[in-house]
Nanobody, 122 residues
Framework: VQLQASGGGLVRAGGSLRLSCAASGRTFSSWAMGWFRQAPGKEREFVAA????????YYADSVKGRFTISGDSAKNTAYLQMNSLKPEDTAVYYC????????????????WGQGTLVTVSS
């Protein structure tokens, strides 16, 4: 499975960005797709995930109400709509796929995209 993340950039606080993650290859084996982020000097953290079969979504408390994850299973593509961005959202954002139901754990993901940088200025 190959994942291609895109959509990052520089935005002012309060602004919006939409990230995309396109998957190719043996995507039928994927149970869920997740978004993670890693800021400089910090560990990679869970942001959001979507379970393909049911459309169930999960969010980190820090982004709940501001970010929305969605997906198009036919296109094997997931999106992360990020609104009301804050400077603390600045990070490299990664998409990943998993066969596990433990969607908040980065160790449960077996394929990762290359990351896209999101910078939020104050």
């Amino acid at each position: 499975v190959q994942l291609q993340a895109s959509g990052g950039g520089l935005v002012r606080a309060g602004g919006s960005l939409r990230l995309s993650c396109a998957a190719s290859g043996r995507t039928f084996s994927s149970w869920a797709m997740g978004w993670f982020r890693q800021a400089p000097g910090k560990e990679r953290e869970f942001v959001a995930a979507i379970v393909w079969s049911y459309g169930t979504t999960y969010y980190a408390d820090s982004v709940k109400g501001r970010f929305t994850i969605s997906g198009d299973s036919a296109k094997n593509t997931a999106y992360l709509q990020m609104n009301s961005l804050k400077p603390e959202d600045t990070a490299v954002y990664y998409c990943a796929t998993t066969r596990s139901g433990l969607v908040r754990r980065p160790t449960e993901y077996n394929y990762w995209g290359q990351g896209t940088l999101v910078t939020v200025s104050s």
